[in-house]
Structure formats: structure tokens, C-alpha cells
């Protein structure tokens, strides 16, 4: 079954304590993307990637790192997470250009940081 | 710059009665242009898109969206709502050739029996 998915899905944490959400997809797509969605402002986008090694900064990059070591994974990293990172978080995919290819988007991790 | 607003946080239908959700976009560039449904704890589905085509587009639970140049909107609508429509939907748009989507800030429908 062609998908994308996120762990862990639901995770509590500490200020300052570092993690990772990990992200997958089977659909040998070479565009995945990270968001954040937060009440009333719909989705931004933090980061993206265009192809393995080939990453960007999106909207909100603050705070954040990712990586693009495979084609299939694509790592969201909080160095030292903080509440205003709070958040429920959005891993998306596409085959290449995101205007014109649909993105599938993963079931997403609710992120809260203490 | 590219931004879309999405007129009513809130839309509340009874069930049988038509939908509409209101959608407008700027774009500098001629853009591609969706609706994406979130199901309660659920991630995010694609209902419909345009890239310039048809500009009545036909999407997937009887939902459609017309494109209209002139006024700059992408409305969606249902003739019939159903139960298993009440979720959030976002209006998204992705400048021409360019990389990226942008989210409108998502309108909430609640179907009442």
C-alpha cells in the first residue's frame, strides 16, 4: 500500500531534550516536505527536500533540522525542542514539483514539549 | 506574494442541504490550486485540484470547485451534505512552477442531523 508514515505519532517531551520524528515513504517520491499545523493558521511548511542530499528552508525553519540521506526517509530534528514548538506535525511527499503533483501527507505526530 | 484566505472559519449545515466553502487566492503566477479534507485525528486527504484545465473541477465524495480567474476563488461545494463531511478543509495553493503550497487557515463544517 502506497503511504507515508511518522513516528512516533504522539510524543511528550522536556525542554531542551532532543528528538527526532522519523518519516517514510514507499512511493519512491523524490519531494517530501515537512509541516506544522497550528489553530488558525493551517499548515506551514518548515522544510522541504527536493531529491537526496537536497534540502531547503520553508516558512518556519527555526528550531528545526532535517535530513535526506535516502530517498525514503526524511528525519525532522529538534535539537533543543521549546513550547512554542508545540505542534501537530505533517510529513508529506510528491514525485517531484509540489504545485502540479499531489502530495500525500502522512497520519501526523502530536508533538508537546513541556 | 502568494496567500489565500479562507473566508469562514466556520460553516454549519444540516444534513441534505448544500455545502459551500469560500476560498480566495492571490497569486502572482498562474497557480495550481486544491482542496485538502482533515477527518478528525486523521491526517490530510486531497478532495480536488486544479492546474489549469477544466475550470470546474469534479472531485472525489461528490465535492466540486470552480475556478474563477476573475474573482480569484476556488469555492467548494457539495449539493448534499452528509454526516462523514464534517471535518476541516483547507484551501491550498502552489504558485506556478514554483516549489511550495500554501495553506489557507482551514474552515471547521459541522453537519447537524
Known amino acids: 500500500e502506497a503511504q507515508v508514515t511518522q513516528n512516533p505519532r504522539y510524543l511528550i517531551t522536556v525542554t531542551g531534550k532532543k528528538l527526532t520524528v522519523t518519516c517514510s515513504q514507499n512511493?519512491?517520491?523524490?519531494?517530501m516536505s515537512w509541516y506544522r499545523q497550528d489553530p488558525g493558521l493551517g499548515l506551514r511548511q518548515i522544510y522541504y527536500s527536493m531529491n537526496v542530499e537536497v534540502t531547503d528552508k520553508g516558512d518556519v525553519p527555526e528550531g528545526y533540522k532535517v535530513s535526506r540521506k535516502e530517498k525514503r526517509n526524511f528525519p525532522l530534528i529538534l535539537e533543543s525542542p521549546s513550547p512554542n514548538q508545540t505542534s501537530l506535525y505533517f510529513c508529506a511527499s510528491s514525485f517531484s514539483l509540489a504545485g502540479v503533483n499531489t502530495q500525500y501527507f502522512g497520519p501526523g505526530t502530536r508533538l508537546t514539549v513541556l | 506574494a502568494q496567500s489565500v484566505t479562507q473566508l469562514d472559519s466556520h460553516v454549519s449545515v444540516s444534513e441534505g442541504t448544500p455545502v459551500l466553502l469560500r476560498c480566495n487566492y492571490s497569486s502572482s503566477y498562474s497557480p495550481s490550486l486544491f482542496w485538502y479534507v482533515q477527518h478528525p485525528n486523521k491526517g490530510l486527504q486531497l478532495l480536488l485540484k486544479y492546474t489549469s484545465a477544466a475550470t470546474l473541477v469534479k472531485g472525489i465524495n461528490g465535492f466540486e470547485a470552480e475556478f474563477k480567474k476573475s474573482e480569484t476563488s476556488f469555492h467548494l461545494t457539495k449539493p448534499s451534505a452528509h454526516m462523514s463531511d464534517a471535518a476541516e478543509y483547507f484551501c491550498?495553493?502552489?504558485?506556478?512552477?514554483?516549489?511550495?503550497?500554501?495553506f489557507g487557515a482551514g474552515t471547521r463544517l459541522a453537519v447537524h442531523p
Open positions: 512511493m519512491n517520491h523524490e519531494y
Open positions: 491550498v495553493v502552489s504558485p506556478g512552477g514554483y516549489n511550495k503550497l500554501i
